[in-house]
């Protein structure tokens, strides 16, 4: 089974209105932390934002925020007021337990674009 | 501060040849692993290193390696090219392994097998 799970394979969006990213995960695991990445067409992986098994709010960074459903194991990545240099990939990953290890497992993506 | 910086960006080989890719972690950081992307495949984990030591590895064969050194800069090396290996190698740099956020990505090696 697929620890982790995108399901949109493209996502198109109005500029300035907000879109929702899908991603679901897979793990018995107690403690675990999810990423949400960027990557445009250069291939650099960006970060954008983080949340911890146990933080109890759900993550923001400036436009993004990701809506931590911890019971259903959904982790959906919501930006807001989109903008053009927003169009790229987006994977969503995990790094499980505590194995001391930065090992993330990533979906297959989104990729999302932003039209005028 | 400088962000994670893998040489070269770019680089086209033949089958059978052998590559080395370099990745500089974030100053601090001392914590990098690896991790390919193929189209096919996605992003595929390769290994992690810390403190000079391979802490995991992940499910490639021995035909890839790597190493890190005393200031934590890792190399990774393919031998025996395969057309297969073409993909997007990329390195990431932590503080310590498994620890918070701070997890974050050069802008990866291009290599091409012809």
Same mark, same amino acid.
């Given at each position: 089974a697929q620890k982790i799970t995108q399901t949109q394979p493209g996502m198109f969006v109005q500029e300035k209105e907000a879109v929702t990213l899908d991603c679901t995960y897979? !793990?018995?695991?107690?403690?675990?932390?999810?990423f949400w990445y960027k990557q445009p067409s250069s291939g650099e992986m960006i970060f954008l934002i983080y949340q911890?098994?146990?933080?109890?709010?759900?993550?923001?960074?400036?436009?993004?925020?990701?809506n931590f459903q911890k019971a259903r194991k959904s982790a959906n990545l919501v930006i807001s007021a989109s903008q053009l240099g927003d169009s790229a990939m987006y994977f969503c990953a995990m790094r499980e337990g505590f194995s001391g290890?930065?090992?993330? !497992?990533?979906?297959?993506? !989104?990729?999302?674009?932003?039209?005028? | 501060?400088?962000?994670?910086?893998?040489?070269?960006?770019?680089?086209?080989?033949?089958?059978?040849?052998?590559?080395?890719?370099?990745?500089?972690?974030?100053?601090?950081?001392?914590?990098?692993?690896?991790?390919?992307?193929?189209?096919?495949?996605?992003?595929?984990f390769l290994f992690e290193y810390f403190?000079?030591?391979?802490?995991?590895?992940?499910?490639?064969?021995?035909?890839?390696?790597?190493?890190?050194?005393?200031?934590?800069?890792?190399?990774?090396?393919v031998s025996t090219l395969e057309l297969g290996d073409s993909a997007l190698y990329l390195c990431?740099?932590?503080?310590?392994?498994?620890?918070?956020?701070?997890?974050?990505?050069?802008?990866?090696?291009?290599?091409?097998?012809?």
């Open positions: 897979d !793990t018995s695991d107690q403690s675990y932390g999810l911890g098994s146990y933080d109890e709010q759900n993550a923001t960074e400036g436009r993004y925020s990701l290890y930065s090992t993330l !497992t990533f979906g297959k993506g !989104t990729m999302l674009l932003v039209s005028p | 501060k400088a962000g994670v910086t893998q040489t070269p960006r770019y680089l086209i080989k033949t089958r059978g040849q052998q590559v080395t890719l370099s990745c500089s972690p974030i100053s601090g950081h001392r914590s990098v692993s690896w991790y390919q992307q193929t189209p096919g495949q996605g992003l595929q403190s000079e030591t391979q802490r995991n590895k992940g499910n490639f064969p021995g035909r890839f390696s790597g190493r890190q050194f005393s200031n934590s800069r890792s190399e990774m090396n990431a740099s932590s503080l310590n392994p498994g620890q918070g956020k701070e997890l974050f990505f050069g802008e990866g090696s291009r290599l091409t097998v012809l």
